[in-house]
């Protein structure tokens, strides 16, 4: 545990100046303040429209989801994955990284551990700032209902699924970023990867939860608040999620045993 605690701390002061650590923090901030900001500027169209509470939360919350789930949270795990084993491409250490005294094994499961730390990160920054965020506007726009209703559990529940659902798409591609120093084959491959996910999710295909590409927007269409229902009435570990969980212990296994490889060449 403590050559894994000390990995760890070296993932983190090695890429805490990146694009990829900043971005967890920032996107979370300047998505869910825009949508803020819409939603004030929008007020009186929203508040004639007499939404329940539930209604309007899920509708504020919707949106944030919406767009992370659908369309930047599968790029930025592309890109991720593939900032945190470039360190290692383009320094040339991954020889120096394996002759430290420290046993493999702790080594590329930080390296792994720390971009599911990131994705938590982002999505915990999410949640916590959509629940922020609504209660602010209920100080700007007395008029909203925003604290009639308690969105603590939708939130943590969605973000949840969405989070595990990510983790088939994370393993897939920290092995392609493992497989390939350069930046174009596992983004090209995530890229097409993830534009086929959203298509097969969109279009009902019975095995489309079989596509890693596929399960953070099977998540959220699952997910999705239906006019009168219960928010909490869903199933978190459905299919998609026990697939990626799946995906995410083979491909870390497999991971593991390409990087021993490449540590002795």
Not at 8 to 31: M, Q
Request: hydrophobic content about 50%.
């Amino acid at each position: 545990m403590r050559a894994l605690y000390i990995s760890l701390i070296s993932e983190f002061y090695k890429s805490r100046k990146t694009l990829a650590f900043w971005a967890a923090i920032l996107l979370p901030v300047i998505i869910c303040g825009l949508i803020s900001f819409g939603f004030y500027q929008d007020a009186e169209k929203i508040i004639a429209n007499h939404y329940p509470p539930m209604i309007l939360w899920a509708k504020y919350s919707g949106t944030a989801l919406g767009v992370m789930g659908f369309l930047i949270m599968p790029f930025y795990i592309l890109f991720m994955a593939f900032s945190v084993n470039n360190i290692e491409h383009k320094n040339d250490t991954w020889k120096m990284l394996f002759t430290q005294p420290l046993n493999k094994f702790s080594i590329y499961a930080s390296k792994y551990l720390y971009a599911v730390f990131l994705i938590f990160t982002c999505l915990f920054l999410f949640a916590s700032l959509t629940y922020s965020f609504g209660h602010l506007l209920q100080v700007l726009v007395p008029k909203f209902n925003f604290n009639q209703y308690n969105p603590s559990n939708i939130l943590i529940n969605s973000y949840a699924k969405l989070f595990l659902a990510s983790l088939g798409i994370l393993s897939l591609q920290f092995i392609l970023s493992l497989l390939w120093s350069d930046f174009l084959k596992p983004m090209g491959i995530g890229f097409v990867g993830t534009i086929m996910g959203i298509i097969t999710a969109n279009v009902g295909w019975k095995y489309a939860y079989l596509n890693p590409y596929s399960l953070p927007a099977l998540a959220l269409k699952i997910t999705r608040v239906k006019k009168g229902s219960d928010p909490l009435d869903f199933a978190i570990f459905t299919d998609e999620i026990w697939t990626s969980l799946i995906y995410a212990l083979v491909l870390f296994i497999i991971g593991y045993f390409i990087v021993t490889k490449k540590s002795i060449k």
